[in-house]
């Protein structure tokens, strides 16, 4: 990749890794790999469905209270949880990983393991990225290193759809002054989520008269079949990958029955990083949609096929500037450990800070397909280590080190 960091950030960088402290910190994380790999396999065995958070949440709060790093921890009343590092200054970062999971309760059996992946729901997605963030903390306790800005250690909930990031809108709130937000979502430290995708997820509602399988065939439209028409002309559109633009259609359903239904549900979700090309997709599943009804209609010649469109969820997006500080600091320390990173868009609370001007990074993502959001998920152990390494060389460019350097945020 052809970036060029600020001499400024470089040398920065360069200090803390001289540090012994430092290099201690490092080289405890890959020998207690072990550890946190049980330790994320501890919390994936505990479900924690978007809304149903508390159990992880309690959890997660009892790891950062036994840290010995993180004070004043707290469980609010939309089980987000907070606590803090303080520094020696009143500045303050935010440092967080999403505790919900996509899956409903009674998904996750076990963890299956075979050499050096893991099997499981949600392994990676987001146990692991908990996982991490704890690791970084207790390197950050073994270095013996005071920050100099605060940094508030938060679990937030919601982040999965339909939550589209609810407890991070939250934890912004209650804290407006943070300089700069990290979130942890995954395992890897290559990928640099630079932009935040706009997404929406909108769900339509056919209305027909219905009527018997047999009976009714021929006599009325079928709600179904202008769902399915209106998803056949989704599938024929070319999509623009400059900016990178997606959709899927990802729920289909009709009330219980052998009938004709009266009514019937889809649901698609839509992303794109650039915002003009996001409302222009909305337009178009619109048209999809409406073509779909009238072709249904045409079809039988009875009655009229019509539809309600409502708004599940939506996610904002945006774009940083690439020499943003926090964007150089992830990218050296991915660089100081032997990754190659990239700027990728990403879907993650990061996108939230983005929309609200603070600066972001998503620690996290990399290359290769984790199968996330599947019950197929999995996770590669092979140097899991570098993960947390990564976080940790990112929080103390972040947030400095008091008498050896100050912030990467600070002019």
Same mark, same amino acid.
């Given at each position: 990749?052809?970036? =060029?960091?600020?001499?400024?950030?470089?040398?920065?960088?360069?200090?803390?890794?001289?540090?012994?402290?430092?290099?201690?910190?490092?080289?405890?994380?890959?020998? /207690?790999?072990?550890?946190?790999?049980? /330790?994320?396999?501890?919390?994936?065995?505990?479900?924690?469905?978007?809304?149903?958070?508390?159990?992880?949440?309690?959890?997660?709060?009892?790891?950062?209270?036994?840290?010995?790093?993180?004070?004043?921890?707290?469980i609010? /009343?939309?089980? #987000?949880?907070t606590?803090?590092?303080?520094?020696?200054?009143?500045?303050?970062?935010?440092?967080?990983?999403?505790?919900?999971?996509?899956?409903?309760?009674?998904?996750?059996?076990?963890?299956?393991?075979?050499?050096?992946?893991?099997?499981a729901?949600?392994?990676?997605? #987001?146990?692991?990225g908990?996982?991490?963030?704890?690791?970084?903390?207790?390197?950050?306790?073994?270095?013996?290193?005071?920050?100099?800005?605060?940094?508030?250690?938060a679990?937030?909930?919601r982040?999965?759809?339909?939550?589209?990031?609810?407890?991070?809108?939250?934890l912004?709130?209650?804290?407006? #002054?943070?300089?700069?937000?990290?979130?942890?979502?995954?395992?890897?430290?290559?990928?640099?989520?630079?932009?935040?995708?706009?997404? *929406?997820?909108?769900?339509?509602t056919?209305?027909g008269?219905?009527?018997?399988?047999?009976?009714?065939?021929?006599?009325?439209?079928?709600?179904?079949?202008?769902?399915?028409?209106?998803?056949?002309?989704?599938?024929?559109?070319?999509?623009?990958?400059?900016p990178?633009?997606?959709?899927?259609?990802? =729920?289909?359903?009709?009330?219980?029955?052998?009938?004709?239904?009266?009514s019937?549900?889809?649901?698609?979700?839509?992303?794109?990083?650039?915002?003009?090309?996001?409302?222009?997709m909305?337009?178009?599943?619109?048209?999809?949609?409406? /073509?779909?009804?009238?072709?249904?209609?045409?079809r039988?010649? =009875?009655?009229?096929?019509?539809?309600?469109?409502?708004?599940?969820?939506?996610?904002?997006?945006?774009? =940083?500037?690439?020499?943003?500080?926090?964007?150089?600091?992830?990218?050296?320390?991915?660089?100081?450990?032997?990754?190659?990173?990239?700027?990728?868009?990403?879907?993650?609370?990061?996108?939230?800070?983005?929309?609200?001007?603070?600066?972001?990074?998503?620690?996290?993502?990399?290359?290769?397909?984790r199968?996330?959001?599947?019950?197929?998920?999995?996770?590669?152990?092979?140097?899991?280590?570098?993960?947390?390494?990564?976080?940790?060389?990112?929080?103390?460019?972040a *947030?400095?080190?008091?008498?050896?350097?100050?912030?990467?945020?600070?002019?």
């Amino acid at each position: 990749m052809d970036y =060029q960091v600020s001499e400024k950030n470089r040398k920065l960088m360069e200090t803390l890794l001289a540090l012994p402290s430092v290099q201690k910190a490092l080289d405890f994380l890959e020998t /207690e790999q072990d550890r946190s790999i049980e /330790e994320q396999i501890e919390i994936c065995l505990i479900e924690s469905p978007t809304f149903y958070e508390q159990s992880r949440a309690e959890h997660y709060a009892e790891k950062l209270r036994e840290s010995g790093l993180v004070q004043d921890v707290a469980i609010d /009343e939309k089980y #987000n949880v907070t606590g803090k590092v303080t520094g020696t200054t009143d500045e303050g970062i935010l440092l967080e990983a999403h505790l919900d999971t996509v899956f409903p309760f009674g998904t996750v059996k076990e963890v299956r393991r075979e050499g050096d992946t893991l099997y499981a729901p949600g392994i990676y997605d #987001n146990a692991r990225g908990i996982a991490v963030l704890l690791a970084a903390l207790r390197a950050l306790k073994h270095a013996g290193l005071t920050l100099k800005k605060n940094v508030i250690v938060a679990g937030s909930t919601r982040e999965e759809f339909p939550g589209c990031g609810g407890g991070m809108r939250e934890l912004l709130d209650r804290f407006p #002054n943070v300089k700069a937000a990290i979130s942890v979502d995954g395992g890897f430290i290559n990928g640099i989520n630079l932009s935040g995708k706009f997404s *929406a997820t909108v769900e339509y509602t056919f209305w027909g008269v219905g009527g018997h399988a047999s009976n009714s065939f021929g006599k009325c439209a079928n709600p179904l079949g202008a769902a399915c028409r209106a998803v056949a002309a989704l599938n024929d559109i070319t999509l623009p990958t400059d900016p990178l633009t997606t959709f899927a259609a990802v =729920q289909l359903r009709t009330p219980d029955g052998s009938g004709i239904p009266s009514s019937c549900v889809l649901r698609v979700n839509y992303t794109s990083v650039g915002k003009a090309a996001f409302e222009e997709m909305g337009q178009v599943i619109d048209r999809c949609v409406t /073509e779909g009804c009238d072709k249904e209609t045409a079809r039988w010649g =009875q009655d009229t096929i019509r539809f309600e469109k409502q708004i599940i969820g939506c996610l904002p997006g945006g774009v =940083q500037d690439p020499h943003t500080p926090l964007i150089e600091a992830h990218f050296l320390a991915s660089e100081a450990l032997g990754a190659s990173p990239f700027f990728r868009a990403g879907s993650s609370n990061g996108n939230i800070s983005i929309e609200r001007g603070i600066p972001a990074t998503t620690v996290g993502s990399g290359t290769g397909n984790r199968k996330a959001h599947s019950v197929h998920e999995l996770f590669c152990i092979e140097e899991a280590f570098r993960c947390p390494q990564g976080l940790f060389l990112l929080l103390l460019m972040a *947030a400095g080190v008091d008498g050896v350097t100050p912030s990467c945020l600070d002019d």
